[in-house]
Every structure is written in structure tokens, then in C-alpha cells.
């Protein structure tokens, strides 16, 4: 599927996504924003995916090796945690709708490129067909072997957290990114390599101009 066959095409205006393997510090710089926009005291919701509801408890159970399901399984509660977390109640679209900016720890990126992987392109395409996009797309660039020796220290690594699967994660994400290049959302790409201060410097001159005009 090329850039020009990507079918998603609505943006949602202050929709702020991280995107990135496990590793690159998407968590820790979504904390660090959290804190300069509750500073400004500009009105926000942060978020992440898996959510917080059943179905999102249950995917982490599945990512944590505790219940095994079908590749093809996960792929349809991903969609599935989404769609809820879209346009259920308290959900992303209705934060928006008042005004505040979302920033949000993974989205349908995630899924294009992790169950992209297991359980092939074609499924992950058509679950995620008519999502919205972001105005933002953070995306943070690591090599597998540095993300893996930050992993390390968190405890019982989950089942996508392998070096051979992230190399090839890794890979995929420059497909979607490619695919919806010219799509609507800005791209901002971020060396997670660099220093945590630094980094939420770039994050914050990114975000700020998206609500302070």
C-alpha cells in the first residue's frame, strides 16, 4: 500500500501521538510534557494504549505472557481497546471536543508495526482503516540494542521485547511512517539517544505552538 493509498484521512487538530519501540522513553517524556503544559496551565488529557479498561487490561496480560491468544487475536482487541478509547465515553474525542489538547503513548502506528509483524500487514490495515490521525506525530528513533539494555532493568521483559522482533519492529515502522508521509499530521522525528532534558525541550517547542497560537 503506498502514501497515496493510505486511507486514513481525517486529523484531529491537538491530537499529539508518541510513537517508537519499546525503550526509546516514550512513557518518561509523556510525563515530562504533562508537567510543562500543567506549568502553563493549559487544559490537557494524557493517555495511553493500551488503556486502562478490560479489554486493555487484558491485552496486557497478553504482552505480559500471561494468557495466550492468536497473533491474529491481538490485533482485533488493539482495534477494538481503540475504537472505546476513541469514541467511548471519556474517550479521546470527547476531550478534544472541549477543548483540550491529547497527547497519547501509542496509537494505530503501533499496531501497523507490531502486529504488522505478527500477524501480517493486511489485518492490522483493515482494523485500523478508519481511525483518525493526530496533527502530531512524535516519533522516537533507537537502535533495538540500546532500547533492549533500557528494558532490562524493568523486570520480566513481555513477549515482544526480543531483540530479532524489535529489529524487524523497527524496520516496519519506517514503512508506516513513509505510507502516511504527506498525510495530513506532521512527522517530528526524536534521537532517543539524546540527553531526557533536551529531548522534552524539542517535545515542548513542538506541542506548545499547537495550542498557544
Known sequence: MTAEDTPFREVWERFVVFEGIDGTGTTTQRNLLSEALTDKSIPFHSTAEPTGSEIGRMIRRILAGDLRVRPETLAYLYATDRNEHLYGEG?????????????????????????????GKELPDRLNLGFPLPSLLVYFELPPDRALNRISGRGS?????????LTEVSKAYEDVLSRFSGQGTEILRIDGSRSIPDIAREIRDAVLPLVEG
Open 91 to 119: 474517550g479521546i474525542r470527547e476531550h478534544l471536543q472541549s477543548g483540550k489538547l491529547v497527547v497519547c503513548d501509542r496509537y494505530l502506528y503501533s499496531s501497523l508495526a507490531y502486529q504488522g509483524c505478527s500477524s
Open 157 to 165: 521483559p513481555d513477549i515482544f521485547e526480543r531483540r530479532d522482533f
